[in-house]
């Protein structure tokens, strides 16, 4: 009984080990990166889309804006998330025995597409951003993606309402949850004359 069980175990390792190769992007190579804006601030849960053939995966930076890249060896055309327009495009090539290239500068400038009002003024920067649970659900069918939400922002830096743009049905609920504890720098009240 011990032979089967460990002959089972064996091949499940197999099984998966066999499934993960056969991913023509996600791999052992690691490149690392940092998400910045043009003035050298981070941009926490920037997203880039990573795409080879047919097949695009999604890679996130963390709070820190650093990311990064599990790649397979070969060509990749990374770009940026809607949100920060369809600027930005990295090409790039993965050896399997060679230098390839890590410790990344990946730099957006969110300020072209977001983060001003009606009247120019910046918005708050963020200084709490929680991470979305990956729901039980979402994760049972292995719902993936991104979820775009819009928050209004109190003077007082606190998230007044969030709502979800899109997305996968099964992720949006995390999302909005996350984006209501997240929290701004105040405001200054303007002066008045």
């Known amino acids: 009984m011990k032979a089967r069980i460990k002959i089972l ?12 190769q056969q991913d023509p992007i996600l791999g052992n190579y690691r490149i690392h990166g940092v998400v910045k804006t043009p003035t050298g601030e981070v941009i926490p ?37 809607s949100i920060y327009g369809s600027e930005f495009k990295m090409f790039l090539k993965i050896v399997e025995k060679g230098v390839n290239p890590d410790d990344v500068a990946l730099i957006l400038d969110p300020a072209k597409y977001c983060c001003q009002d009606a009247d120019g003024k910046p918005f708050p920067k963020p200084l709490v951003l929680p991470k979305p649970p990956y729901p039980p659900a979402a994760r049972a069918v292995r719902a993936r993606g ?21 997305g996968h049905a099964l992720l949006r609920a995390a999302a909005m949850a996350a984006a209501q504890g997240s929290k701004g720098r105040t405001r200054k009240p303007e002066k008045q004359l």
Do not use: C, M, Y
Not at 10 to 16: H, Y
């Open 9 to 20: 175990l064996s091949l499940l390792v197999f099984a998966g080990h066999a499934f993960a």
């Open 45 to 81: 849960g920037a997203t880039f889309l990573v795409k080879r053939g047919d097949t695009t995966r999604q890679f996130s930076a963390d709070v820190n804006g650093d990311i990064i890249f599990g790649l397979q060896p070969g060509n990749f055309q990374i770009t940026a998330s």
């Open 146 to 166: 991104e979820v775009v939400v819009s928050v209004k922002i109190g003077t007082d830096g606190k998230v007044i309402a969030a709502a979800a743009d899109g």
